[in-house]
């Protein structure tokens, strides 16, 4: 009995990749207000090229072309990215009217076929497409079970709960809190169902990370789900967070996370500091290696004899030096004299004695 179940779910998928879907076939139209592709081959092998043929979607979108395994167009990639060739992937450009064509190099996913073309945008709204794919010569196994019991859907857009504070300026881990709604619309309950949280940044593929809510959600109820979400130290720029539950993505919430400033005002001013203090420390240095200068007046000092100075006992009084006492001090000037006319001084640097050509001399005449 196992063996017939299992010859039938293998002739299933089988008959899914051998019958061309609308989006695969070559020359088909993608449905009115919906983008589509289409490839120039259904099947071929590794080494060869395909043309991918693409309408529909926003003018002036960057597109990611690529080749994915253990994925049908009805349930889409199962598995995200990771089952899919991403070093074989193609970017392309959408024109004016929404359409493009771009060759794709074929390459075997990681994962077994059925395969798809996948292709989706990377930036802005998002949108996607798929077209069936078969890889020449690449392992083909039964896709997963999909389970019959309680789905999980988001009945609200998400949002990013809290704020950075000083220590995120200072290159702390920017950490926000994952808010949505979601509703159990299958028709079982939802027990402590796990989620994955995926941080991209940029064009780069997100990281996932599994998260327990803990929690029951009955069929036909709903309930909000609050999951933390944390970026490395020191991260800037644009992320995109992503909540994914059985395989399937069901959010994503753009993040714009600042530049940590404070690093970079730290590394300027210990650009400045620490020259300034290496300066500081070698003036210091030289200051205390280079010899000393001796002055006039400590050679005067060193000049004197030790018999020279006078002991006075510490109860005496002395009298008060005057003026005419310091020799080196000039001599005072007699209150009645002023500088110029003191005694011993004449007007013209002479002394004040009466000379023979003064004004004052009388001229004594002889006898004649």
Not at 118 to 125: N, R, Y
């Amino acid at each position: 009995m196992g063996g017939k179940v299992r010859a039938a779910a293998l002739g299933a998928v089988l008959a899914l990749v051998l019958v061309p879907s609308v989006v695969g076939l070559p020359g088909s139209a993608s449905a009115a207000g919906k983008p589509g592709v289409t490839l120039s081959r259904s099947e071929a092998g590794t080494g060869a090229s395909i043309t991918v043929t693409g309408s529909g979607w926003r003018p002036g979108t960057l597109l990611m072309m690529l080749i994915c395994g253990q994925s049908v167009p009805s349930r889409g990639v199962i598995g995200g990215t990771n089952s899919c060739a991403n070093a074989d992937g193609r970017a392309v450009t959408t024109d004016e009217k929404g359409a493009f064509s771009r060759r794709l190099p074929v390459a075997e996913p990681p994962r077994p076929c059925p395969c798809v073309v996948h292709v989706a945008t990377v930036t802005g709204e998002k949108a996607e497409a798929d077209a069936i794919f078969m890889v020449a010569g690449h392992a083909v196994a039964p896709l997963p079970k999909e389970e019959s019991g309680g789905r999980v859907a988001v009945l609200t857009d998400p949002r990013l709960d809290g704020s950075s504070g000083l220590l995120t300026w200072f290159g702390s881990p920017p950490s926000r809190t994952l808010v949505l709604t979601v509703g159990n619309v299958g028709t079982s309950p939802v027990k402590d169902p796990v989620f994955q949280v995926g941080t991209s940044h940029g064009v780069f593929a997100p990281r996932w990370e599994e998260q327990q809510w803990r929690g029951s959600i009955a069929p036909g109820r709903k309930a909000q789900i609050r999951l933390p979400v944390e970026l490395p130290a020191g991260a800037h720029g644009d992320y995109t967070i992503s909540l994914k539950y059985g395989g399937k993505v069901l959010a994503e919430q753009p993040w714009g996370v600042g530049r940590p400033w404070g690093v970079t005002v730290f590394w300027v001013l210990l650009c400045v500091v620490v020259p300034a203090a290496v300066f500081r420390v070698g003036m210091a240095v030289v200051d205390r290696v280079r010899p000393r200068r001796s002055t006039g007046r400590a050679a005067r000092h060193r000049g004197l004899r030790p018999g020279g100075s006078t002991l006075r006992l510490p109860w005496t009084n002395p009298a008060p030096r005057t003026p005419a006492d310091d020799p080196a001090s000039p001599a005072p000037a007699l209150p009645w004299f002023t500088p110029d006319t003191g005694p011993g001084t004449g007007a013209n640097g002479q002394l004040s004695a009466p000379h023979e050509n003064g004004p004052t001399t009388q001229t004594r005449k002889g006898h004649t």
